[in-house]
Structures are given as structure tokens and as C-alpha cells.
């Protein structure tokens, strides 16, 4: 490889590119799948996890944006690995043939947030989300009602999934070391606790909700359902005072039904 290659397969910050390294880290994310799993991963970079997720799987889908790490990953992969190349939060997951049931990933920080979410609303195929990204994200992802990291996207990722922070991990397991420390993060998709074309006036009302989180979630809400909104939260236990961080996603979704003729 002459130097111009080299350089051009450097991890890319404006990818959010930190690839990994550590064959022990790689066993830990992998753990679980089994030769009946169709695997999703994004962001595979030069394929190291991906290698161990073709020993253990049936199928892998690897979507990767970055062209000058293709060359590698496509000389890296096994042959039940199939590669698609594009933007993990454009990428139309529907053409994936089989379907996957998993996500496991080194995911990209820059899209690790907005992809998981998306995954969850959008893919109801998987059902198993085992993935690294920032401590920090993960902590905002698991945290529960009343902690300072439960906000708007822990309850809505929370509506779909169970989640739970399985392991920290150090900087030195990756290529170049973030920054921060990070997290094996598991989330397994629960039983729906949505009736059908409830969720996005659940999410409407979730982002009313946090709008300001010094406000009592009662005047986030839009002004028509204001004045019932106190009966419907002291029907579920709750003062007129509440703020929108002590409601769980289970209490959004019965207000909501509660008040969805006003919003």
C-alpha cells in the first residue's frame, strides 16, 4: 500500500470513525448471536468486529458510508457477509434480504443517537440491539425517570425497548482512542406498549413535555389541554406540579390517550 492509500483509510472524524481493535471487546459485542441470526452492522470500517460476527451468524449486513474503507472490508469479509454501501440514517433497512433480527455494531458517535432511534421506529425486524457508543449516550439511552440523564430520548427509545448499559470500555481498544470512554449497550425490543398510529402523537407530546425542563410539565402542554392534564396526572399518581423527568414512557403514552382529542 503506497502512503496516499494509507492516509485515505485513516479513521475519518467527519464520520465519527473510531475503529476497533481489541479481539476480547470484539467477543463481548458478538456474544449471543447464533448461526440462526441475520446480523445489521453499521459503520464496519475495516471489517475487525465484522470477522467475528460472520464466524458466529447466518447472514451479516454491513452499511458502511466511508468508500475508502470498502477495498479492505470487502477483502476482510467471509462470504455470508454482504455490503452495502451509504448513509446509515438514509439507507432504506426494507431492502435488506433476509431481514435482520440483530443490530450489533461499533456504532459511529456521529449518528449513534439518531440511528438507534430510528432503527427502533422504522425496523421491526430487530429485535436485539447490542452495540457500543459513548458512556454519556449510554447512560442518556438507559437512564430511568427522575435521574438527570432521563430526558426525551430516553423515553422514547424506552417505549420500544428495554435497555441496559452491559459493559464500560476503555479508550485503548480503539483506533485512534476517543476521547471518552464508552459502553456495550444491549436493548431488547419489548412486547408494544403502543396501539397502532399512537406513536407519533406520543412523540408530539413527549417533546411538548420536556420543552423546558424548569417548567411543570402541565404549562409545556399546549394550551387546550392544560386544564385537564392535572386530573389525568393525579389519576396516575402524580402531583399538579410534576415535571416531565419523573413521568415513564408508560405514563406519557396514558396521558396522551387522555388528552389526544386536544392536540
Given at each position: 500500500?503506497?502512503?496516499a ?46 470477522g ?9 449486513h ?13 477483502n ?40 438507534i ?32 440523564d ?7 427509545v ?12 476503555s ?64 389519576s ?7 415535571r ?6 408508560e ?13
Open positions: 500500500m503506497n502512503p492509500d494509507h492516509a485515505s483509510n485513516r479513521p475519518k472524524k467527519r464520520f465519527g470513525q473510531h475503529f476497533l481493535k481489541d479481539p476480547n471487546i470484539a467477543r463481548i459485542v458478538a456474544s449471543g448471536v447464533t448461526k440462526d441470526d441475520v446480523i445489521l452492522e453499521v459503520g464496519p470500517g475495516r471489517g475487525f468486529l465484522t467475528f460476527l460472520a464466524e458466529r451468524a447466518r447472514t451479516v454491513a452499511v458502511e458510508i466511508d468508500p475508502d474503507v470498502l477495498p479492505i472490508l470487502r476482510a469479509a467471509p462470504g455470508n457477509v454482504v455490503i452495502h454501501e451509504g448513509d446509515a440514517l438514509l439507507f432504506d433497512y426494507a431492502s435488506l434480504n433476509p431481514a435482520p433480527n440483530k443490530l450489533i455494531a461499533n456504532l459511529p458517535y456521529n449518528v449513534a443517537s439518531p440511528l432511534l430510528k432503527l427502533l421506529e422504522q425496523v421491526e425486524s430487530i429485535y436485539t440491539f447490542r452495540f457500543m457508543v459513548q458512556l454519556e449516550v449510554a447512560r442518556r439511552m438507559a437512564a430511568g425517570p427522575g435521574g438527570k432521563y430526558g426525551v430520548y430516553a423515553a422514547l424506552q417505549l420500544f425497548a428495554e435497555v441496559k448499559v452491559e459493559h464500560k470500555v479508550p485503548k481498544v480503539f483506533d485512534p482512542p476517543p476521547r471518552v470512554q464508552s459502553a456495550v449497550v444491549e436493548m431488547r425490543r419489548r412486547e408494544s406498549i403502543l396501539r397502532a398510529g399512537e406513536y407519533d402523537g406520543v412523540k408530539r407530546l413527549v417533546l411538548a413535555a420536556f420543552r423546558s425542563r424548569r417548567k411543570r410539565l402541565v404549562n409545556n402542554l399546549p394550551e387546550p389541554v392544560r386544564g385537564e392534564a392535572p386530573g389525568v396526572l393525579a396516575l399518581g402524580y402531583g399538579p406540579d410534576e416531565a423527568e419523573r413521568l415513564a414512557p405514563d406519557f403514552v396514558a396521558l396522551y390517550r387522555a388528552v389526544s382529542w386536544a392536540l
